[in-house]
């Protein structure tokens, strides 16, 4: 095959980027340094936030870890989440002996089904853990009120969500929930590893920067260490690429969705239908922005057409020379929860959605004629 392969994802790293690394190269501060500070504030206004609420880490899962230990969840507590996510968004429980109890999500939006939370309150639950998955807005505000009526804490994932408004107008990680994002190199925002907490008080944020950091309080000397910590330090390197990526962001945004919205158009001309409006059992489109709510394009994933081979589609474009991945697989169905009593059959929206996935090649640089090719080659594959 001649044409070029075009990849799933793919960063976008300019002179800005190289500038401010090469500013941290020649500080000789490589961790802990200003860029760190000034990283996190960027973000804070970015969402909104307070400042002093925001901690920067080495991932999303230590951001989420210690999300899950700001709530005190620990041995014995259940908390509900979704089983169509990525897998820290359960693992991070388990760090702390928690149980993710799962639940099955809406089929339109993916994302933690309300009803379907409200009625397993019965079992001894402790706390609620949606996903905005894919970048669309879980149904936070309902969960918001389900966890007020039931005394139940509240962390949100929002590692694929960063610019994400939820159906009340709000940005995802602003509305006072312990919340982890993540900068991963197919990120809407890419350090290459990192994260991000926002914290629900100053208080707990105190205690996240020390337990980022082996466990030290401010000012304290250096071998001092006045709680249980962990290395989650983010460097002064990957901050400088987030400050650079900040700048870059609404642009890096506007053309995910320009992509998205491309992808769509192109699908919906060989019969594919938004989640709801067609027969679901067809090829079914992400769904797009509903209303208020605003999605933060992450990926472009199709439900393929249940009588269709999908990972036969995955192995034909991946010799024509194209990057397609099954996404995600439901978390239930891993061995190490199947091993936990976790079976197929459980949580038959996420289940199917996970069996019919196929994420397609999306970057905000994504050429036109590549993003065509993808469009006329799968558009063959499925004889459409
Ligand atoms: C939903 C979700 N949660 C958590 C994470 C973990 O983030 P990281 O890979 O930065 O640890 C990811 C990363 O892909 C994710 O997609």
Redesign the pocket.
């Known amino acids: 095959m001649s044409a070029e392969r075009i990849p799933l994802a793919r960063p976008v790293i300019g002179a800005r980027e190289e500038e401010l690394v090469l500013e941290v190269l020649r500080s000789g501060m490589l961790s802990l340094g200003p860029k760190l500070g000034e990283f996190e504030r960027g973000f804070a206004s970015r969402v909104g936030v307070e400042p002093e609420l925001v901690s920067a880490v080495s991932?999303?899962?230590?951001a989420?870890h210690l999300a899950v230990r700001e709530q005190g969840w620990g041995t014995g507590d259940r908390v509900v989440t979704t089983p169509l996510?990525?897998v820290?968004?359960s693992n991070c429980l388990l760090f702390e002996g928690a149980e993710p109890v799962f639940c099955d999500v809406d089929p339109a939006t993916l994302t933690l089904d309300p009803a379907a939370v409200e009625s397993m309150l019965d079992e001894r639950i402790d706390g609620l853990l949606p996903?905005h998955?894919f970048g669309f807005p879980a149904a936070i505000a309902e969960l918001e009120r389900i966890a007020a009526a039931h005394g139940l804490g509240l962390v949100e994932?929002c590692?694929?969500a960063l610019g994400t408004v939820d159906a009340e107008g709000r940005e995802a990680g602003s509305r006072g929930n312990p919340s982890?994002f993540?900068?991963?190199a197919n990120k809407q925002m890419a350090t290459g590893?990192?994260?991000m907490l926002i914290s629900g008080s100053a208080e707990a944020a105190d205690v996240a920067r020390s337990e980022r950091n082996q466990g030290r309080a401010p000012g304290m000397k250096f071998m001092d260490h006045e709680r249980l910590g962990f290395n989650y330090r983010i460097t002064d390197l990957q901050a400088a690429l987030g400050i650079a990526q900040l700048e870059r962001l609404d642009d890096m945004l506007a053309a995910r969705a320009a992509i998205a919205s491309r992808y769509s158009e192109r699908f919906t001309a060989i019969g594919a239908t938004e989640p709801g409006a067609g027969d679901p059992d067809d090829l079914v489109l992400p769904l797009a922005d509903r209303g208020v709510e605003r999605r933060s394009w992450f990926v472009y994933v199709l439900r393929l057409p249940k009588s269709v081979d999908r990972d036969g589609v995955i192995a034909e474009l991946d010799r024509r020379g194209i990057d397609a991945r099954p996404y995600l697989p439901c978390i239930h169905l891993l061995d190490l929860y199947r091993e936990r009593g976790w079976r197929e059959g459980q949580f038959p929206i996420a289940e199917d959605f996970s069996r019919r996935s196929l994420a397609l090649p999306f970057y905000p640089a994504l050429p036109e004629d590549s993003q065509e090719r993808v469009v006329r080659e799968l558009t063959d594959i499925l004889g459409r």
């Open positions: 991932s999303g899962t230590a989420l996510s990525f820290a968004s996903v998955i994932d590692a694929q982890a993540a900068f991963y590893e990192g994260g």
